[in-house]
């Protein structure tokens, strides 16, 4: 779903079985509804992100792309 102009991600919570999920090259500014998912990879890069907010606390996150957004500082890490 990488370079479609999506702004935001929310409401995936019925896909249980969702491993990888590629959203760089968009608009994102926020993510939400993606704590409870078992995701693996997650690409948020080029995308106008500033924070990871619940992104955080995913549980099953082995990769985690978040290159040229807006994040400013990792030290919550």
């Known amino acids: 779903m990488h370079s479609n102009r999506i702004t935001h991600i929310s409401n995936l919570s019925h896909l249980t ?3 990888v999920l590629w959203l760089s090259n968009n608009e994102i500014q ?9 995701l693996k990879e997650l ?8 924070q990871l907010g619940e992104i955080l606390n995913m549980k099953a996150i082995e990769f ?4 040229a957004t807006n994040i400013g500082s990792f030290k919550v890490i």
């Open 17 to 19: 079985a969702l491993e």
């Open 30 to 38: 926020w993510a939400e509804g993606l704590d409870n998912l078992p």
């Open 43 to 50: 690409s948020l890069a080029h995308n106008p992100i500033s």
């Open 64 to 67: 985690l792309n978040v290159a």
